[in-house]
T-cell receptor, first 115, second 112 residues
Framework: DSGVTQTPKHLITATGQRVTLRCSPRSGDLSVYWYQQSLDQGLQFLIQYYNGEERAKGNILERFSAQQFPDLHSELNLSSLELGDSALYFC??????????????FGPGTRLTVT | GDSVTQMEGPVTLSEEAFLTINCTYT??????LFWYVQYPGEGLQLLLK?????DKGSNKGFEATYRKETTSFHLEKGSVQVSDSAVYFCALIGDTGNQFYFGTGTSLTVIP
């Protein structure tokens, strides 16, 4: 158990809908990272927040947004969902602001199925 | 841009066989290199890392050496066990430290 929690475990929704995925980092970790793992694209970095501020952005679509709240939990919002958004979404956390020095701990993931 | 290419799977080995999973990278500057492991139904876990050329990362009998001349970070284990069955990801982070790039993953199954 990494100490990172993600809810829900599974989500099934229809195209065009909007969903919110939630992540609670390990106690004491200030950074939260979001990743998308799909069969055709592999594991892709989406976005990172550090202590409430956006720190790095990867291949995140404009239909997706995220935020980190004062209690350090984070939410990833996915809107106007398409079939291709079906994937496993991972959250990871680390103590510091960069992945260079500070190990990332991954949550178990949320499996999103868009029908 | 930065990228990681790793060996296609799946890989099936008998217990106690020797394992190599190839990983090569493209990056500007001096990236740090990682191997992560994902067991069924779980998130990724850091297996080992190396932060500069010629560094060897090792953990749980696995090892990988950061080779700048061949831009490689191949994962090896001398004698695999059934419990090593998992998906293995090679990854790099550039010297800005802001973004991880992962390979596509290599599925390993070890049979008794």
């Amino acid at each position: 158990d990494s100490g990172v929690t993600q809810t829900p475990k599974h989500l099934i929704t229809a195209t065009g809908q909007r969903v919110t995925l939630r992540c609670s980092p390990r106690s004491g970790d200030l950074s939260v990272y979001w990743y998308q793992q799909s069969l055709d694209q592999g594991l892709q970095f989406l976005i990172q927040y550090y202590n409430g501020e956006e720190r790095a952005k990867g291949n995140i679509l404009e239909r997706f947004s995220a935020q980190q709240f004062p209690d350090l939990h984070s939410e990833l919002n996915l809107s106007s969902l398409e079939l291709g958004d079906s994937a496993l979404y991972f959250c990871a956390s680390s103590v510091g602001p960069t992945g260079l020095t500070y190990e990332q701990y991954f949550g178990p993931g949320t499996r999103l199925t868009v029908t | 841009g930065d990228s990681v290419t790793q060996m296609e799977g799946p890989v099936t080995l008998s217990e106690e066989a020797f394992l190599t999973i190839n990983c090569t990278y493209t990056a500007t500057g001096y990236p740090s290199l990682f191997w992560y492991v994902q067991y069924p139904g779980e998130g990724l876990q850091l297996l080992l890392k190396a932060t500069k050329a010629d560094d060897k990362g090792s953990n749980k009998g696995f090892e990988a050496t950061y080779r700048k001349e061949t831009t490689s970070f191949h994962l090896e284990k001398g004698s695999v066990q059934v419990s090593d069955s998992a998906v293995y990801f090679c990854a790099l982070i550039g010297d800005t430290g802001n973004q991880f790039y992962f390979g596509t993953g290599t599925s390993l199954t070890v049979i008794p």
